[in-house]
Every structure is written in structure tokens, then in C-alpha cells.
């Protein structure tokens, strides 16, 4: 196992005050109620619980309590969200559009695929090469029967923002409904509804020191935004998503965001100061370097290239000392490489020899001297041994 993770934007690990939130509702004395079960205490206590952690959710956006749906990720918040509200309006014939963007997570991209075997017409933004989409082009992609924008609030490969509260205004007067996915960005950057002014906004315990399989889909309640559920059956989640509520994983969630709303904001610089010592320390070294995505960027995460040198070379390389990703979790298996980096236009050099590094709770300054003289001695060293050439080598 590697001495010291830095790949927290694929995962963090659970906060201890979450673990010991989760405890009393997986056991076997009374936490193991089902919510629905009005006719008992057992049941009462447990919908009690569930609806803590909406209040929990609801407050970390500052939204109301009423639009939480709760979900098994934001993989399934994003599909909720897209299929759900495209598919509500294609069956009524009030629409078939969609506009995304080039760089958005595959969840929402695979989704919108699914969406155009279905009949709807999708329109994918480029980007810039710092990865930042144009309002312009956004402008000029709306049409009339545009139902839903989804864009992301901060880029998992890049940490690059797009402005949302910008968004919304353009979209002001639009029937379009605006989807976000903060999945990248909770926890990490205030996310409040009142300033993104968002319809849907997605998210994930997993990703801000909360558990696996559990997430939320914020959907305004008044005028409620209508989606067409994935899943039908007992009509929990007011319909929307039927299954028995994970009670322990709903709890953690609720936890989670209660934690991240009272150490935001400073852990959003604390994240920020150790990101940018990261990127200073490395630039300090003399090997050249390019860092990927600019402009407004989520805290915890760099994406870097040292042109010449193969990503997964380096990170073989490190692995015993740090754990860090090639690009995202979830794209690491796809033999084209990055979808975003590709978007950004990056050469095959630069994009060959891209890594993510992405901090969290527990990385501290000294972690981050660990991980630069880490990464670059052995740079240095895979350099002099096998440099990559400009095209097509790929070690
Ligand atoms: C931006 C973004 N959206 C969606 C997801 C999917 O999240 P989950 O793992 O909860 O399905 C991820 C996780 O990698 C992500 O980074």
C-alpha cells in the first residue's frame, strides 16, 4: 500500500465522525427500522433519521429540505436528473434538446448517449485549451425546444470551473432547467443553491469523507421540476425513487455534509494552499512542466504533464511511495485516453504523460514535500532513462 494518498478526487476515506453516525443503524437493536414502516417505533425512528440527513443535505446547499431525493451515487443523481427530465418532456411532446459539454464526467456523457438512441438531439460544448466553456457558444446552442443544460461545477480530471451562476443568468427566461453536477465540488467549494441557482444538482457522499453508494439529486420543489423516475415500485423518495432508504448510508451522507458545512470555508484554502505548494514545489524543481486547466479551478486537484515523460511510467514508478491517478477512476481503463484532455486539445505528448494529484481532510503540508521530492526524483530519473518522443511511443 502506498505511504501517502493523493487521489481523493476518485475517493476519500470515511471521516471517523461519519463511521460512528452509521454504527447505530447497522446493527440489530433498533436502528434497523424501515423508514416506511409508520406503524412502529422502529420504523418512526428510522424515517426520523432519514429525514435528519435531509435537513443535513439541505442545509450544505442551503436549499430546501423538500427537493433531497436520496440515491445510490451521483452516477445515479446524474441519470435521474438527465434521462428523467428528458424523457418527462419527450413523452409529451415539449421537447427533445439537451446541451452539455465536451468535458463532463461519463455518467452524464453515457447518458446523454442513451438519450440520443432514444430520439433527443444532443448538443456537446467544446472547451478551451484551459478547459473553460464559452457563454457564447452556449447562447447560440439554445433553441426552443432546449429542456435541460447539464454542466459540471468543477471538472474531476482538471478541477476546472465552470460558472454557473453565469449560466443561470443566460438561461434566465428560458424554459431550459439547469443540471449541475457538484460532484467534484461539495465539500470542497460553498455550493449554494441560492447563488448557482441551479434546477437539479448532483452529488456524492464518497467523494467528501461520507460512504460508498449513497447520493443525493436536488430537484427545486416549487415549481417542482418533474422528472419520469428510473425506478418504479413502493413510491419512496416522494415517487421518485422507489426502494427501502438505506437508512445507514442516508445517515452517513447527512453526516458528511454537516461536517463539510461547518469546515467550509476554510477548508476550501487550506485545499487550496496545499494544491498550490504542490504545484510550487514541482515548478521549483526545473523539470519542465505544464499544468492542465486554468482559470477558476476546484481546490483539491492538479493535473499535470512533464512533456516527454509517460504518465503511467511515472506513476508505476511512485507507486510504492504515492498513491495518485492518471486522469479519472473511471476513465483510467479507456485506451484513448482522456476524454477532457482530449477536449482541451492537448497533444498526444502532453496528454500521454498527464497525472492527477488531488488532496483531502487528512494531506498535510509536509505530505505534500513528501510528494514532491517523490514525484521528482523519480522524473528526473525516468527523463534521463527513456524520454517519450513527440509522437506515438508508448512505452
Ligand atoms: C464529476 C463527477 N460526476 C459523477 C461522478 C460519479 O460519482 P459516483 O461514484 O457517486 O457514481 C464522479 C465520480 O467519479 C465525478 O467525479
Not at 39 to 49: F, I, L, V
Not at 200 to 213: D, E, Q, T
Not at 254 to 268: D, I, K, R, S, V
Not at 269 to 285: I, P
Request: one cysteine or more.
Amino acid at each position: 500500500m502506498a505511504r501517502l494518498y493523493l487521489d481523493h478526487a476518485a475517493t476519500t476515506p470515511l471521516d471517523p465522525a461519519v463511521l460512528e453516525a452509521m454504527l447505530p443503524w447497522m446493527g440489530c437493536d433498533t436502528g434497523f427500522g424501515n423508514p416506511a414502516s409508520v406503524t412502529h417505533a422502529y420504523g418512526r425512528t428510522a424515517a426520523a433519521a432519514v429525514e435528519q440527513a435531509r435537513r443535513q443535505v439541505a442545509d450544505l446547499l442551503q436549499a430546501p429540505a423538500e427537493g433531497v431525493i436520496f440515491t445510490g451515487s451521483a452516477t445515479e443523481a446524474i441519470n435521474m436528473a438527465v434521462l428523467g427530465s428528458m424523457r418527462f418532456s419527450m413523452q409529451r411532446g415539449r421537447g427533445s434538446h439537451l446541451v452539455t459539454c465536451a468535458t463532463e464526467h461519463s455518467a452524464v456523457l453515457a447518458a446523454c448517449e442513451q438519450l440520443r438512441r432514444e430520439g433527443a438531439t444532443i448538443t456537446v460544448l467544446p472547451v478551451d485549451a484551459n478547459g473553460q466553456l464559452s457563454l457564447a457558444d452556449l447562447q447560440e446552442a439554445l433553441r426552443d425546444d432546449t429542456v435541460l443544460v447539464s454542466l459540471m461545477l468543477g471538472n474531476n480530471e482538471t478541477g476546472v470551473c465552470h460558472d454557473i451562476a453565469a449560466v443561470a443568468a443566460l438561461l434566465q427566461g428560458h424554459p431550459a432547467r439547469l443540471h449541475v453536477d457538484a460532484t467534484q465540488a461539495v465539500g470542497k467549494v460553498p455550493v449554494h443553491l441560492p447563488a448557482l441557482q441551479a434546477d437539479l444538482l448532483s452529488l456524492s457522499a464518497h467523494k467528501f469523507h461520507g460512504p460508498k453508494g449513497v447520493g443525493a439529486l436536488w430537484r427545486c420543489p416549487e415549481p417542482r421540476v418533474r422528472l419520469q423516475p428510473l425506478l418504479f415500485g413502493g413510491g419512496q423518495e416522494s415517487g421518485e425513487r422507489s426502494g427501502t432508504q438505506a437508512v445507514h448510508q442516508i445517515v452517513g451522507l447527512g453526516e458528511a455534509c454537516g461536517l463539510a458545512a461547518n469546515a467550509l470555508p476554510a477548508e476550501m484554502q487550506r485545499l487550496t494552499a496545499l494544491r498550490d505548494r504542490l504545484e510550487a514545489g514541482l515548478r521549483a524543481t526545473g523539470i519542465p512542466m505544464v499544468c492542465n486547466g486554468a482559470g477558476r479551478r476546484l481546490p483539491h486537484i492538479s493535473n499535470l504533464s512533464f512533456p516527454g515523460l509517460h504518465g503511467e511510467a511515472l506513476l508505476a514508478d511512485i507507486e510504492p511511495e504515492l498513491a495518485v491517478a492518471l486522469g479519472s477512476a473511471c476513465s483510467s481503463a479507456d485506451a484513448r485516453g482522456s476524454h477532457v484532455l482530449r477536449a482541451m486539445g492537448l497533444d498526444e505528448t502532453l496528454s500521454l504523460s498527464a497525472f492527477r494529484l488531488s488532496v483531502g481532510r487528512r494531506t498535510t503540508p509536509a505530505d505534500i514535500d513528501v510528494a514532491v521530492a517523490v514525484v521528482a526524483r523519480s522524473a528526473q530519473r525516468l527523463l534521463r532513462l527513456s524520454p517519450l518522443q513527440p509522437r506515438g511511443v508508448a512505452g
